[in-house]
């Protein structure tokens, strides 16, 4: 939000601007706290040092009925401290703690009855754990993807399982990711939006990974040398993106966009020569270009 301040001299060469009172409030900004200021050109960044005030919330299970887990991972990734949830089935009590075990990272059960538990983050949200999840989260997916492709070639689909369960430990990952965005914002905090969307974007690229896994393993798919090939190529696509992340640089850009094209044109020229079991492999690997493709322009904005 945009707003002015007039600036106030104080002594012979101090100049003074106050802070706006709700974001002193929201990133818990007391008298005698120490700010960041960065200076960039023209501008001055202001960043709280001081850990955001808790959040806590109280919810009625029986009203999430089968979504009750979503709404859980909701709140956590909202970055709610303290979470009450209250419920009329004892049994409720069990699918939170799958959730905890999941997606839920930091979060425990701090206390419980019949009727309610209450359940408390006793790690707490750091600004320098979200880099090294973040990192995890590209590990993890480049991880399925390679790995998979020996297993296409030979296919022996028995061996995706293990690559399949990996897209419960990227959820973890992304989840930590999102809760941080949400407590602490980002190093940037006007390209935040950004990065939400980059983290948001693999979490569902991996989920594309775990569909296609899914369905090799329950129809058996004979994958021909052409559909192979181009899930190599896709690889390849992901793991220049995934350079291009850390490492920045128009070429890079290029290049991935290069391959999305080739992915595009190979796919149209093979499609009426494929079975239709393979037609739904394709559509897969053409999905998850396009979700690989899409990550390009908030990366370039987040370097800019």
Known sequence: MDMRRKIVQQGAA????????????????????????????????????????????????????????RFLEAFYKAGYDEIKATFQDPGALNEVQNCLGKEMSGLEI????????????????????????????????????????????????????????????????????????????????????????????????????????????????KVSKQVVDLYGLLCKMLREYYEFFYKFNNEKAKKVDKMRTDIIQISNKIFKKISKEEIMVLHFIMAICQMVFEL?????????
């Open 14 to 69: 101090t100049l003074m601007v106050s802070l706006p009172a709700q974001w002193a409030k929201q990133n818990n900004i007391k008298k005698g706290d120490e700010v960041e200021v960065e200076e960039k050109g023209s501008q001055l960044h202001v960043l709280s040092t001081t850990a955001p005030e808790n959040k806590s919330v109280e919810v009625e299970l029986n009203k999430f009925g089968p979504y009750l887990s």
């Open 110 to 221: 701090f206390d419980q009855s019949k009727t309610y538990c209450v359940l408390q983050d006793i790690e707490g949200v750091s600004k320098e754990k979200f880099d090294p999840a973040l990192k995890r989260v590209f590990y993890l997916l480049l991880q399925m993807s390679e790995e998979a492709l020996p297993i296409l070639r030979s296919q022996k689909y028995e061996e995706l399982k293990p690559l399949r369960f990996l897209e419960e430990s990227n959820n973890r990952f992304t989840a930590i990711c999102i809760r941080s965005l949400s407590k602490l914002g980002y190093k940037k905090p006007d390209r935040m939006h950004f990065m939400y969307f980059i983290v948001e974007k693999l979490e569902q690229i991996a989920d594309q990974f775990k569909y296609l896994f899914d369905f090799l393993m329950q129809n058996k798919v």
């Open 296 to 304: 390009v322009e908030p990366t370039v904005a987040l370097n800019f």
